[in-house]
C-alpha cells in the first residue's frame, strides 16, 4: 500500500510528531500534571459524601445517599446568614484593597537611587517569610488590653485601653491590614517583572513630548502591565471565598466571633471537631461552588470587554 503523503495524515499524527520533537518539555511538565492529578483530581471521588450520609465503617460507597438534605440542613439553618455574611464582607474588604500591590511597584518603579530601592524591595519582602503563628503572636503582644505595647501608649495618653483582641468590630481591620503588611511587599514582585517589559523607548519618546512622571505612569506603565493586572484579578476572584482559615482561627476568640465566624471554620468545627463529615462537606461544596461560579462569570466579563482573559 502506498504511503500517505502528509497532507492526508490524521490529528493522531500530528500530536505524535508534536510529542516525540518537544519530549523533554513534557518530561518537565510530567511531575506538575502528577501532582495535580494525584492531590487535586482524584480526591474529588470522596466529594460524593456531600450527598450521603457517610459512616466510616461503611465507606464511602456503603454510605447511604440523602441527596440535598446536608445543603438544606446549612441554607435553612440560623447561622447561614451570618456566616455568609461575614464570609463575603471580608472578602470584599481584601479585594478592595487589590490595587496596592499595583501602586507599590509603580512606586518601586520610580525609584532611581538603587541602594534605596533594594532596601525597601526587602523590608517590604521580609514579612512574607514569617508563618501566620508568628504574625498572630505578634498581634497579641502589641494589641493585649493588659500587656500590649499599644495599649500601653494609650494608657500614656491618659485614655482607657482598647481590647482590639476581643473586639467585633476591630476584627475585619486588624484582619485585613495585617494581611496586607505580611504579603504587600511580595505581591508587587510579579507587577514589578510585567514593568521590567515596558519599552523604554516609549518613556524616551513621551519625555521629548514633555510628559511628566505622572502622565508616564498612567499612559504607558498602566496600560502596559494591565494584561498581567486582569489574569490576575481573575485569579484573586477565583479564590474570593478563600480566606486564610489558620489566621481567623487563631485570631478568634469567643467574643468576637459575631463578625469571625466564617464558612471555613464553621467547616473545620464541623467536619473535624464533632466529625460531621458529610454535612461539612455540603458546606465545603457550596463554598467551591461560589468560586467556580465567580471565575467563570469574570473571565467572561474580562473576555468581553478586552483582550485579556484566562481561556
Given amino acids: 500500500m502506498a504511503k500517505l503523503a502528509p497532507a492526508h495524515r490524521g490529528r493522531g499524527y500530528k500530536i505524535k510528531k508534536n510529542l516525540l520533537a518537544n519530549w523533554q518539555l513534557y518530561i518537565f511538565l510530567l ?11 482524584i480526591p474529588m471521588y470522596g466529594v460524593q459524601i456531600a450527598f450521603k450520609d457517610y459512616f466510616a465503617n ?3 460507597w456503603g454510605s447511604p445517599w440523602v441527596g440535598f438534605e446536608h445543603f438544606e440542613r446549612f441554607f435553612s439553618s440560623y447561622y447561614f446568614w451570618r456566616l455568609l455574611k461575614n464570609t463575603l464582607v ?5 479585594l478592595i484593597l487589590f490595587p496596592l500591590p499595583i501602586i507599590l511597584a509603580l512606586a518601586f518603579n520610580e525609584l532611581r537611587n538603587g541602594a534605596f530601592k533594594k532596601w525597601t524591595q526587602t523590608l517590604t519582602y521580609a514579612p512574607h517569610f514569617i508563618s501566620v503563628v508568628v504574625v498572630v503572636g505578634m498581634l497579641v503582644a502589641f494589641l493585649d488590653p493588659n500587656t500590649g ?6 494608657r500614656a495618653l491618659g485614655m ?3 481590647p482590639f483582641l476581643t ?14 503588611w505580611q504579603t504587600l511587599g511580595w505581591s508587587t514582585i510579579i507587577y514589578l517583572a510585567a514593568l521590567a517589559g515596558v519599552n523604554p523607548e516609549l518613556h524616551e519618546a513621551a519625555r521629548v513630548d514633555g510628559a511628566t512622571r505622572l502622565q508616564r505612569i498612567f499612559r504607558i506603565n498602566i496600560p502596559s502591565i494591565m494584561p498581567t493586572i486582569v489574569v490576575l484579578f481573575i485569579l484573586n476572584i477565583g479564590n474570593f471565598m478563600q480566606i ?32 460531621q463529615y458529610s454535612f461539612a462537606a455540603a458546606v465545603g461544596l457550596f463554598e467551591s461552588a461560589i468560586n467556580i461560579v465567580l471565575l467563570i462569570t469574570v473571565n467572561q466579563i474580562a473576555r468581553k470587554f478586552s483582550e485579556n482573559s484566562l481561556w
Wanted: proline letters at 4%; aromatic letters at 18%.
Fill in 90 to 94: 471580608l472578602n470584599l474588604y481584601m
Fill in 58 to 60: 461503611l465507606g464511602i
Fill in 31 to 41: 511531575p506538575v500534571v502528577s501532582y495535580f492529578f494525584i492531590f487535586h483530581y
Fill in 167 to 180: 473586639s467585633p468590630d476591630w476584627f475585619r481591620h486588624i484582619f485585613v491590614w495585617s494581611g496586607q
Fill in 160 to 162: 482607657e485601653p482598647i
Fill in 149 to 154: 505595647l499599644i495599649n500601653h501608649l494609650i
Fill in 244 to 275: 486564610g482559615f489558620e489566621k481567623v482561627l487563631l485570631m478568634q476568640n469567643t467574643l468576637n466571633s459575631e463578625t469571625s465566624d466564617i464558612i471555613q471554620t464553621f467547616v473545620y468545627e464541623t467536619g473535624i471537631l464533632q466529625g
